[in-house]
């Protein structure tokens, strides 16, 4: 039998800094973010992105 788990991180990218910059965040999970953009980013949002091996 396989298994598929489907693994997604949420990332903000703060387009007006550079590449790798710290004001690039990644996030395990939704609550992680919500909590992140409340206290940084009211208006913010994250992008969900699926992890490949």
Known sequence: MIV???V???VFVNTAKQVGDKDH????DVEAAEKWFEENDP???AFEYEVLE
């Open 43 to 45: 208006e913010g949002v």
């Open 8 to 10: 997604f991180v949420f």
């Open 25 to 28: 965040n990644v996030f395990a």
């Open 4 to 6: 598929f788990v489907f």
